[in-house]
Structures are given as C-alpha cells and as structure tokens.
C-alpha cells in the first residue's frame, strides 16, 4: 500500500519486484566477466551458502531437511523473470502500469482477486498499480508452476527466518557475518544496546516523538533553520530564474515546483495514536508479529483513502533503517511524491548546527548545505520526474530533457575519473542523483554566503577568508572514515559516492574556489566543466 504516483495524495495497491538477498544482481551470473571477477562470485555464493546453512541448522535444527541450495537457483530464476519477459508490449517506461482486476488472470495468469481474498479484503479492489507488467507475467507463471514444490518450501522458509535471527540475541551473529562483516565490510556488528530502538520505532513512534520534542525542542534552532531554508529557497529560484538553456514552458514548470516545495523543520504537526497491543518483555520478534498484523489489517482500508503517517522500517539495509517522519532520526530528506523537504528535530543539534560558538560559514557548511542539496533534490534526475503536487508526470520538453540528460553524463564522468584517481572503479550513474544534488545544492550555498557577505558589507579580504573557511569546513563535515572491504559493496548499494568524491567533485567545479586555490588544468582538483546545473 503505497502513496499513488500519479495521485500522491491516495493510496493505491502496488505489486512490485522483489529484492533479491544480493545487493549486486551480476553477482547470480557466475560465469560473466573476468577471472578475478568471476573468482570473487564464486567466493560470494560459497559464503552465502555457508550463512544459509547456519541460518537454517540454528532455527531448523541440522535434520531439517530443506535444500537451501535451492534458494541461490530460485533467486536466479526471479531475476531472469524480473529482466526478460520480453512478451510484454505495453511496459510503461515511468514503471507505472494500472492493472485491472478484471484482466489480471487473463493477461498475466495472476488471479488478484483471489489473492485479495486470502489477504483479508472484504472486497477486492477494481485495480492495482505494478512497476512491472513482465514480472508479474512471468514471475507468476514460475510460481504457479513451482511454489509448492519442496525446493520452493525452503524459499518460504527462507524469507521468514532470514528477518527473524536478527531480533534473537543469539542468531543475531549469523546475519552479520554474512551481510554485515562479508558483504558490506563492517569489521563490528551494530551495537546491540541500539537494536531495541527499531521495534520501539515502529511500535511507539508517536509517543517517541512526543518525548524527544518534549525533552529536545529549541525554538530558537528551528526558527534559524527554516529561515535559512526559506532563504536558500530563494535563492535557488532566483538561479533558476537566470537559468539559459531551459525553454519558457520547461522553466515555468521547474519555477512553479519550487514555489510550491514545502519545508518542514522539527517534527510533523499530525501524529497517528500508537496502537496499544498486548506486547510482552521477552519477545521482541513476536511483538513485531503483532505490530505487523495490525498494520495489514489497516491497510486493508486504505485503498483510495488519503495518505497517514505510517513509520516503516527498511527491512533490507543493514543496520536496519527507519523510513519515516521520526523526529529523533538523524536525517534530512526530500520526498518527490510529496514535493517536500524534512529536516527532523535530531538533525538541530552539534556538529550541523551551532549556534553557541561557530559563524555561518560553518553553520551554512553544515545544515545550509544539506538544505540546498535536498532542495536541488526536487529538480534531480528523479525529483524532475514529478510535478509540483508530487505527481509522477513529465513536464520536460524534449529538447531540454536531451540537454540536461548530457550534463548528467558529463557529472558521472567527472565522478568516475575522479575516483579512478585512487585506483577505483565507480559507476557515477548509480549516484546521479545525489552527485547533481551535491554539485547544485554547494552553488546554491556559494550565492547565499555571497549575498550575506554583501549585506555586511565585507572588504575583499574578508570576503576571501570567508569563503576559504566555508570551503575547508565543506571538506571537514565530509570526512569519512571507511574501511577498504566495505567500499566495493558502497559503490553498489550507496545511492551516494564516497565522502571524498562529494566533496572533491562539486568544490572542483566553482570558479571561485579555483580562484581562491589556483586550480589550473592538469591538478587533480580540475575539471573542464564548471557547469552547476541549473
């Protein structure tokens, strides 16, 4: 049950793809690419039966009798329906296909009707939204073909179990070992006085929000905020404004979203009531269970209703991740089907914000630059695919959508030769959207100092040092510590490049910083381009 893309004040029914266990789906392809390459997926399938086979000895005991096995072949076999059904004409390119109940079963041998029923709809919805007609045809014919056969039995089992062992203190170690310590690198597992905060998330999110404002809210930290924000907001319609390679009508349409981007700093205004469950002290996973049931059976009567806040919980990250509008998380974030930005109450503390000893180059280092990097969100090569209501809807003549798909490509090349600098292989398309947010959000930022230091007044002296100390503290908010096993599984599953990068690349492309630092062509901090986007 998910928010509408093309009416994002509604939920709809959406089936989509699933997510394979493997972050990175060439890894199923054994027999592709180098010998190095096929060398280290042939390492990462004997590790990941060696996690299955812990995973179902410890929760099955070793006489189970299940062919784990299995499981690699069953994903491989998803994946195959999830990229080459080719028998279907009408695939929407947006990944936004309405099905209607009533030629589900005749179209793509899936019988939605039936399904609702098991479900628990009292009655089943005339029609449903899927990101991909060719998995549901073909996904459907394997699992009408094969879902009760035995091997398929160890696949049910699997994606139960695989979710349960992290919330046991003592198969908590099987997860980690795999997906943690092997897969992304992480020498320590998350610590295990911090795991409780996820099941109190999505069992008492409103009463966890109440008491963090309660004991947390500064009034006059939200106010600098969301006076920044509105003032970067400016700003950056202002750029836009004296943008030169936008036609009229395009530029209208990119003026009228951020016209309408609302900003929301601190905590959202409307809570749902927790619900009140019979919940016990020692069992974390059968709390979640009950959690889990009231929320299907709330989503049973959401169809066609209007959007609520709903805390949920990213399942397949790791550590676990909270998705939502919590006030304590740590986080900032634009959300396109909403056209809105978010910046929690947790976020308005030291080191993003100080208002007791630091000046505004390095408050506007800080949270001023995640405010204009989630705003230049809105007009990304994803947030542009939305309206200014948060509809999925192009609003992008062709000729300029050609021009801005050439800047893309000219950011992921600037980001790939950076990195292989140091000796990796990235692929920048991955990141693109983060990449141009970062490369817009920092110019966006350069204006508003520039102007601050206008309405001061300041000599060219002062001016210069300013804008050094912006500088050096852009590149000091950034640093990152990260360890070399974890930068191969980043560079697939991180829609963000590596810390260096986020830095390097944007601050590359100003002429003032090269100005300031001298950058000429043949220094590793140059780039031909000096295009900001927008």
Request: charged residues 25%; contains cysteine; neutral net charge.
């Amino acid at each position: 049950m998910l928010p509408d893309d093309k009416k994002s004040d509604t939920y709809r029914n959406y089936i989509s793809s699933p997510r394979l266990t493997l972050y990175d789906y060439q890894m199923y392809i054994l027999g592709f690419g180098t010998k190095e390459e096929q060398k280290y997926r042939n390492e990462f399938k004997a590790r990941y039966m060696l996690y299955l086979n812990d995973l179902f000895n410890a929760c099955l005991g070793k006489d189970h009798g299940l062919n784990v096995e299995s499981i690699w072949d069953i994903e491989y076999e998803l994946l195959l329906a999830m990229g080459s059904c080719d028998d279907i004409k009408n695939e929407s390119p947006e990944h936004y296909n309405v099905v209607k109940t009533s030629e589900s079963q005749k179209l793509y041998n899936f019988d939605f009707a039936l399904f609702t029923k098991h479900l628990g709809y009292e009655k089943t919805p005339s029609m449903f939204i899927t990101t991909s007609l060719g998995y549901i045809k073909c996904g459907m014919k394997i699992i009408n073909e094969k879902w009760n056969t035995p091997d398929w039995k160890a696949y049910w089992y699997y994606i139960y179990l695989r979710q349960m062992i992290r919330f046991s203190k003592d198969w908590s170690q099987i997860h980690y070992e795999f997906h943690g310590k092997f897969v992304r690198g992480n020498p320590l597992p998350f610590p295990k006085e911090l795991q409780p905060v996820f099941g109190l998330a999505a069992c008492f999110n409103t009463l966890l929000i109440n008491e963090y404002v309660d004991k947390n809210k500064k009034q006059s930290h939200i106010d600098y905020v969301h006076n920044m924000a509105e003032d970067l907001k400016t700003i950056f319609i202002r750029i836009l404004k004296r943008n030169t390679w936008l036609s009229p009508k395009t530029k209208k349409y990119a003026l009228m979203k951020l016209e309408h981007l609302e900003l929301i700093v601190g905590s959202p205004k409307v809570l749902r009531e927790d619900p009140m469950l019979d919940y016990t002290s020692n069992d974390a996973w059968g709390n979640l269970m009950k959690l889990t049931k009231w929320r299907h059976e709330r989503f049973l009567h959401l169809d066609g209703e209007k959007i609520i806040d709903i805390p949920i919980i990213d399942w397949a990250n790791e550590p676990l991740k909270l998705v939502g509008t919590q006030a304590y998380v740590v986080n900032a974030y634009y959300t396109p089907a909403q056209n809105k930005i978010y910046v929690p109450l947790a976020y308005l503390q030291k080191p993003f914000i100080d208002l007791d000893e630091r000046g505004i180059e390095y408050n506007l280092a800080h949270i001023g630059y995640t405010i204009a990097h989630e705003l230049s969100h809105s007009l990304d090569n994803t947030g542009s695919k939305y309206d200014h209501k948060g509809n999925l809807r192009n609003w992008w003549t062709p000729e300029d959508a050609k021009i801005f798909a050439k800047k893309v490509l000219d950011v992921n090349r600037q980001y790939e030769t950076f990195a292989k600098y140091d000796g990796i292989i990235m692929d920048g398309s991955l990141s693109s959207g983060e990449n141009l947010a970062d490369i817009s959000g920092l110019a966006i930022c350069e204006e508003y100092l520039r102007d601050f230091q206008e309405k001061n007044e300041d000599n060219v002296p002062i001016k210069s040092l300013s804008f050094q100390g912006f500088f050096v503290y852009i590149a000091v908010q950034a640093r990152q510590k990260i360890y070399n096993k974890a930068i191969k599984a980043q560079l697939k599953i991180n829609p963000h490049p590596m810390d260096k990068y986020r830095v390097n690349c944007p601050l590359s492309r100003l002429e003032l910083f090269r100005a300031i630092y001298n950058i000429k062509k043949g220094d590793k901090m140059y780039w031909p381009s000096t295009d900001t986007i927008w």
